[in-house]
Every structure is written in C-alpha cells, then in structure tokens.
C-alpha cells in the first residue's frame, strides 16, 4: 500500500494526458475542416461564371 500514491498519480497523469490528446486532435480537425472550406471558397470564387467570357 505504500505505492499506492505513485500508482494513482500514474493513473491520474495518463488520463490528463489521454483527454489532452483528445480534444487537441479535435481541435486540429476542426481547424483544418475550416481551412478546407476556406480555401474551397476562394477557388469557386476565382472561377469564371458559366456565362462570363474567358481569356
């Protein structure tokens, strides 16, 4: 019983750990996502309408 301290600590630094991981991946996702829509809409805007002439 006398390790039982390290060993909850242990736990308690990998859950942390664990969820830190988590929501910083879900954070790069939506971070991305964003950064695709964004560049997305700057493309179609760059593009020619159907009924504009084009050099």
């Not at 630094?13 to 830190?20: H, T």
């Not at 991946?25 to 593009?47: D, I, M, P, S, T």
């Amino acid at each position: 019983m006398e390790y039982l301290s390290y060993i909850v600590a242990a736990y308690a630094v990998f859950v942390v750990v664990l969820g830190w991981d988590f929501v910083a991946g879900h954070w790069q996702v939506r971070r991305e996502l964003r950064q695709a829509r964004a560049r997305a809409a700057r493309a179609a805007a760059a593009r020619p309408r159907s009924g504009e002439l084009s050099r």
